[in-house]
């Protein structure tokens, strides 16, 4: 592996073998979509007539508003390694106090519950094993 493409990959790879690039909240599309849906709003003059909805008379618009326009400005994540992503994550807590560069360093890759909270938590694994497959880290 060239040495820029593993500078780039250990910043744009999270330890959970997220990639970054792939990720709605690393690549812009979840500031895109809020952009678009705060466009919407304006657009079709939402506000007016929300409570003709379903449901429509238990949106509170203003904060639908404010959120969205929070939302939209949160233009990249920057990656769990570059002080990005959510706050607090168990998996790079404790590949961080086990000094791991990737969970597939771990021994107890298969049988972790921190992946659980991605909701997809074996495909992140299968990630991480293909990358130590082509990392040469295999026995």
């Known amino acids: 592996m060239r040495r820029k493409e593993e500078e780039r990959m250990s910043v744009r790879i999270g ?4 990639n970054c690039d792939e990720c709605a909240m690393g690549n812009g ?3 895109e979509t809020a952009k678009k849906l705060k466009n919407y709003i304006k657009v079709f003059g939402l506000s007016q ?4 909805l379903p449901g429509g008379n238990r949106v509170d618009m203003r904060n639908l508003k404010k959120a ?3 939302l939209s400005v949160y233009t990249r994540c920057a990656g ?4 990005g992503g959510p706050t607090v994550c168990p ?7 086990k000094g791991l560069k990737f969970c597939y360093e771990c021994d107890e890759l298969d049988k972790c519950k921190k992946f659980d909270w ?3 938590p074996q495909k992140f694994k299968e990630r991480l094993k293909q990358m130590k497959e082509s990392a040469g880290d295999t026995p």
């Not at 769990?80 to 002080?83: F, L, P």
């Open 91 to 97: 998996i790079r807590d404790c590949a961080q106090s």
């Open 118 to 120: 991605l909701g997809e």
């Open 49 to 52: 007539w929300i409570d003709e």
């Open 80 to 83: 769990c390694r570059e002080m």
């Open 68 to 70: 969205l326009d929070i």
């Open 15 to 18: 330890y959970c073998g997220i």
């Open 29 to 31: 599309d979840f500031a």
